[in-house]
């Protein structure tokens, strides 16, 4: 969908680019948990932070720069990527 559309809008001076974000700490994703006994939330913590190279759950704030950056001027000759903001999982 991001590059058919980067292709559609692009002669329009539309960008289209996606984020693809790894497991990111969130009150939705906290609360899609809350009801697991406290050693699986535990487990899957863990399962989790092993899945991915850099060690840990991502915060919404790792994502942030890349939004900011993809809504500025600087990436004005970037259109239909998809950047993975996910702590490495993609590359293993």
């Given at each position: 969908?991001?590059?058919s559309?980067?292709?559609e809008?692009?002669?329009?001076?539309?960008?289209?680019?996606?984020?693809?974000?790894?497991?990111?700490?969130?009150?939705?994703?906290?609360?899609?948990?809350?009801?697991?006994?406290?050693?699986?939330?535990?487990?899957?913590?863990?399962?989790?932070?092993?899945?991915?190279?850099?060690?840990?759950?991502?915060?919404?704030d790792?994502?942030?720069?890349?939004?900011?950056?993809?809504?500025?001027?600087?990436?004005?000759?970037?259109?239909?990527?998809i950047?993975?903001?996910?702590g490495?999982?993609?590359?293993?």
């Amino acid at each position: 969908l991001t590059k058919s559309l980067a292709f559609e809008l692009g002669p329009r001076g539309i960008r289209v680019n996606a984020i693809a974000p790894g497991t990111v700490d969130t009150a939705m994703r906290r609360k899609s948990i809350e009801n697991l006994p406290p050693a699986a939330q535990a487990e899957l913590k863990a399962y989790v932070e092993r899945s991915y190279p850099l060690g840990r759950i991502g915060r919404p704030d790792d994502l942030a720069g890349m939004a900011v950056y993809l809504a500025s001027d600087e990436a004005a000759w970037t259109s239909g990527a998809i950047f993975a903001i996910d702590g490495g999982y993609t590359a293993g």
